[in-house]
């Protein structure tokens, strides 16, 4: 079962004090207040940021709208490591932490390790999503160099037989390779990052494996085994989807308007990891800067949506992505507007299930 809740905790938090500044610090309060007040136009930056390298994946995870192949609108890329460079430089003073992951696998990109150097020059605690099916050790090894903070990587089975039923073209033996040369490069440098998590997605066809895998994560020296529930349709998924753990952690606001933004492996920026399609876009990074996109109409519009003195001023026929999250439908303050309004149809935003 699930293991090092806390203990992986004491390593994170010290691994990214290492990393704050006084104005890191003055920033984060001032866009906590910001966020409080649900304001709309803001004079704080994002403190956290999510980096897509690729979009593009090696796997075919049945419930993962790129696994499944859904197009999103977007040409399949790895992102220009000059745009990481030029999206650090305008942000670092203030980021927090920088996550690789959105919706492809990030250690497909040749250049990950440039990527992770740059944040972490720039002194950002940086943490990176993975399925580990990566046969190039070498990439891994230069990951670690690079510093790394921390590592999740994902796995859906003790055994090859009912790992691959979710994580479709994945080898068991390929993902061991991965955490065993994770271990040991630990042990050979004497390094207390990258911290390892193994995050167990869990199904109704794998329960029966839970305890196995949680073996085999102490085996390898994970710092921690966390068991976390898979969405997909009702066959398939423990869950059901009304209950309130599965909905979305704080229902009745969107924190990440205010503190969070997501590079697009193709430059397309959106405010959360929830937004998939390219039609959904905030803005683009490539012709536009951060000061101008945090306060661009698509920002003001979305905050506006949370803001109760400022949602009688919305457009009537109003077109907006977020029009379609379940945390607008639940403003209450919004219920007569969103009856209205044509286009606040409530949808999943991967379109998936
Ligand atoms: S889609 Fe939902 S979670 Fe994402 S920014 Fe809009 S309101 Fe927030």
Redesign the pocket.
């Known amino acids: 079962m699930s293991f090092g809740q806390w203990r992986r905790l004491i390593p994170l938090c010290l691994a990214g004090m290492r990393y704050m500044t006084v104005r890191k610090l003055f920033n984060f309060i001032r866009c906590e207040m910001e966020c409080f007040w649900r304001m709309e136009k803001l004079e704080s930056r994002p403190y956290s940021a999510i980096i897509e390298p690729t979009n593009i994946c090696n796997l075919q995870c049945p419930y993962c709208p790129t696994g499944a192949g859904r197009d999103s609108g977007r040409k399949k890329t790895m992102i220009d490591v000059s745009l990481v460079e030029s999206f650090i430089e305008q942000n670092a003073p203030y980021l927090i932490s920088v996550n690789f992951y959105n919706w492809g696998e990030p250690l497909l990109h040749p250049k990950i390790h440039e990527i992770v150097r740059i944040c972490h020059d720039h002194k950002v605690f940086t943490s990176l999503s993975t399925n580990l099916n990566i046969r190039n050790l070498d990439i891994l090894d230069k990951v670690c160099r690079a510093g790394l903070d921390h590592m999740v990587v994902s796995c859906s089975g003790a055994t090859q037989d009912v790992y691959e039923i979710y994580h479709r073209d994945a080898k068991m033996d390929t993902l061991l390779a991965g955490l065993k040369y994770l271990k040991e490069y630990k042990k050979r440098n004497q390094a207390k990052v990258p911290i390892v998590e193994l995050h167990y997605i869990l199904f109704k066809h794998n329960l029966h494996q839970l305890d196995a895998a949680s073996d085999l994560a102490r085996e390898y020296g994970v710092t921690a085994f966390r068991v976390m529930d898979g969405t997909g349709p009702e066959e398939a998924a423990i869950g059901k989807r009304d209950d309130p753990k599965y909905i ?1 952690a704080d229902v009745n606001h ?1 924190h ?2 205010w503190h969070l933004v997501v590079l697009n492996a193709d430059g397309g920026i ?3 990891y ?2 998939y399609y390219k039609t959904d876009d905030f803005g683009d990074f490539s012709v536009s800067d951060m000061s101008q996109l945090r306060n661009d109409r698509s920002y003001l519009m ?1 905050r506006q ?2 803001s109760p003195k400022s949602a009688g001023n919305l457009p009537p026929d109003l077109s907006h ?2 029009l ?5 439908h639940n403003q209450k303050h919004l219920l007569e507007y969103l009856k209205k309004n044509e286009n606040a149809t409530q949808a999943h ?1 991967t379109g998936g299930p």
């Open positions: 979305l969107c990440q308007l959106t405010p959360c929830y937004l979305a949506l949370f992505p977020c379609k999250c379940e945390k607008v935003r």
